[in-house]
């Protein structure tokens, strides 16, 4: 069974680009998550889609950040125009039930 | 608000020592309580998990964690450290009910195994 996927592996933008990260959850896992963990602090929620519904986005930061699941199978985060705070390691999760399962990551560094 | 405290940040032991990283949380209802590992390179990996029945729970590579619900903490522990445990040790708290709830992670406990 696949595990779940995320693309890129790393991205290095300037402040004020766009990036766009990309998430592929395990076949069949309704629930999706966004976490992002920045500088060796702690790794914060960002958001939980039900399918191709937003059920929890009280971790977004801004409005500079948007998620979309289209279709309920991969999801995108972009964030628009980056900033130097947003430069961390974003982790997409997926899952069936509780247990939940990380992807490897996308590090965003923002110089 | 719910929140996850680890006790170490940095742990630095010799092999065959025993491990016990702590892990406090904050939240008032029913909880899953979760244990996940991130070696070096590799992704995040679930070591163990809590969500009801014994409170001691036992997990992948001989580690286990024990729920003490008056004491709100989860504690890890393994009797016998090896070199190839050296890794970054998450403990997270998901609330209990129906699935699929965002989970809240402690700091992270560096662990680095001396051979």
């Known amino acids: 069974e696949a595990g779940v996927t995320q693309f890129p592996s790393h991205s290095v933008i300037e402040k004020g680009q766009t990036v766009t990260l990309r998430c592929d959850p395990i076949?069949?896992?309704?629930?999706l998550y966004w976490y992002r963990r920045v500088m060796g602090k702690e790794i914060k929620f960002l958001l939980h889609?039900?399918?191709?519904?937003?059920?929890?986005e009280s971790g977004m930061p801004n409005n500079r950040f948007l998620a979309e699941r289209t279709g309920g199978t991969y999801s995108t985060l972009k964030v628009q125009p980056a900033e130097l705070e947003d430069s961390g390691v974003y982790f997409c999760?997926?899952?069936?039930?509780?247990?939940?399962?990380f992807g490897p990551g996308t590090r965003l560094t923002v110089t | 608000a719910q929140s996850v405290s680890q006790h170490n940040h940095h742990v630095i032991l010799s092999e065959a020592a025993s491990l016990e990283l702590g892990c406090n949380y904050s939240?008032?209802?029913?909880?899953?309580l979760f244990w996940y590992v991130q070696y070096p390179g590799q992704h995040l990996q679930l070591l163990l998990k809590?969500?009801?029945?014994?409170?001691l729970v036992k997990g992948i590579k001989g580690f286990e964690a024990e729920f003490i619900k008056s004491k709100f903490s989860f504690n890890l522990r393994k009797p016998s450290v090896q070199w190839s445990d050296t890794a970054e040790y998450f403990c997270?708290?998901?609330?209990?009910?129906?699935?699929?709830?965002?989970?809240?992670f402690g700091a992270g406990t560096r662990l680095f195994v001396k051979a």
């Open positions: 999760a997926s899952s069936f039930s509780y247990e939940q399962y």
């Open positions: 076949s069949g896992h309704d629930n």
């Open positions: 889609f039900v399918k191709e519904s937003k059920q929890d």
């Open positions: 939240y008032g209802g029913t909880v899953n």
């Open positions: 809590y969500f009801s029945g014994d409170p």
């Open positions: 997270a708290v998901n609330a209990g009910g129906t699935g699929g709830f965002k989970t809240i």
